[in-house]
DNA sequence: CGACCCCTTGAAATTGATCAAATGCCGTGG
DNA sequence: CCACGGCATTTGATCAATTTCAAGGGGTCG
């Protein structure tokens, strides 16, 4: 059986028969390394393909007229990437490897075949489709509705709470790989401003940090700071048609 | 043939079958009208049911604990809503009836069997899904990188965008039905800012209001304040399973 | 008529942005 | 090994956008 990094990341949640797993395998047949910092997609450039971030993170984002950007999510190993290509033809976002990473590039013709044969698969890909529409909504509410420390500590939290959900490594401590200007692109701030915050979240002990690595130090208060709810817990897959 | 809204709102983008049409008619069998104002879906309810919504305007949102509101999006006539359910058993987010309206409560397990037997309609709704997504991203970035006048042109043009798709007779003008505090609740801002937004916006002739009306009297100008894109014109739907 | 809701306007307060400069860190090449 | 360049972080001072608070006006519905 081949691996796929996907179906791996899919099997998490529902069991997957043979053909399910090398069906998604197939999807992963072209592996392709991309350096650090090296752009995956471009916004405006037609696309016809999807990826599976298969190693290293990523991230989407996009640039308005005067020069300011809006990161639009974090990827992590496993992510299902690009996907506005399926009903788009030009890239609405752009895609950059935020590390050097492994990606699986394929044609929506081959997501096609996919949902056409594998209906069970095709229902799990609407699922986890509407679970990231749930995680922007979230992001949203952050950005709309809450303080510069608010938004740093629901944005802490989210990234490692979507770590922990592939990495069993992580428990209060995690690499987050971004500058602060980039967080403070993701959440609405100015590098100077996500600086004097995170300063200020850690002298009062709510987290450390140590050569780019962030320890949590006190969850429930960062959860009650950032209003912050931990959506994984809650997922549930029960209804989905059962094994073929 | 059972008639269906959504399937007209499907067909404008693929053409579909028969069969096709009426097992998405077989979503609409139990219509329900409810009043303006009223809760169609608390938060934090356990939730089985997702909608169509056949007649009138409704909205999602979500409280935060020091009672602001942050408005996730605004529905129109032939929008699936509540879709959050086929992944989260409790509501994520507050629906509620911003005129009166029908809705088309529907089990999950009734699109799960959809989802099995129309392999090409579990395209196009993960399509779609994609597309909302986008809007998403949209309005992300409108909140977290533009200016409050930005945002307020660029909701104005999202709204009118999306009312046209369905709605013919909307030329330039159109009714917005809600208030200025909801507008802000949708964009990030006080309704006190948004009020002072729309009157400048009025007094530079970019639009006009008469008793709830909003015209568009110069929407390149809006577009270009609003650093808006009109993503329909860009959608593709040709790849998709041809007719079964 | 009164209650209520929404819109409007002004003045003061506050959050976060902008500008500017110093510090520290790391990899590279001499 | 050290110097250097380049990038990220840190800090201070000032500025500007938006919120907050407060009050008045207008329309509508019971």
């Known amino acids: 059986m ?20 090398s069906a998604l395998a197939r999807l992963e047949e072209n592996p392709r390394k991309v350096k650090r910092g090296a752009m995956i997609q471009r916004v405006n450039e037609t696309v016809t393909e999807l990826f599976v971030l298969r190693e290293g993170r990523a991230m989407s984002f996009v640039l308005l007229p005067d020069g300011s950007r809006q990161i639009l999510r974090v990827y992590f190993p496993g992510d299902f990437i690009g996907s506005a290509s399926t009903i788009y033809s030009k890239a609405p976002e752009s895609l950059v490897a935020l590390s050097d990473v492994v990606i699986c590039p394929f044609d929506k013709h081959a997501l096609r075949r996919l949902l056409e044969e594998h209906p069970r698969v095709a229902a799990l890909l609407f699922l986890l489709s509407n679970a990231e529409r749930v995680a922007l909504t979230d992001r949203l509410a952050s950005l709309g509705r809450t303080s510069a420390k608010a938004r740093v500590a629901s944005f802490l939290l989210d990234i490692f709470d979507r770590l922990r959900v592939t990495d069993d490594g992580v428990t209060d401590s995690f690499d987050l790989k971004l500058t602060q200007e980039e967080i403070g692109d993701a959440i609405g701030l100015t590098s100077v401003h996500v600086n004097r915050m995170v300063r200020q979240m ?7 940090r140590a050569n780019g690595r962030i320890t ?10 950032g ?12 209804w989905l048609p059962s094994q073929p």
Chains 1, 2 share one sequence.
């Open 2 to 21: 081949a691996t796929s990094c996907f179906a791996d990341r899919l099997a998490k949640h529902v069991q997957l028969s043979d053909a399910e797993r």
């Open 227 to 238: 209003h912050y709810t931990n959506r994984h817990k809650d997922m549930d897959f029960d």
């Open 202 to 208: 850690e002298q009062e002990g709510l987290i450390s």
């Open 216 to 225: 949590l130090l006190d969850m429930e208060r960062l959860e009650e700071i």
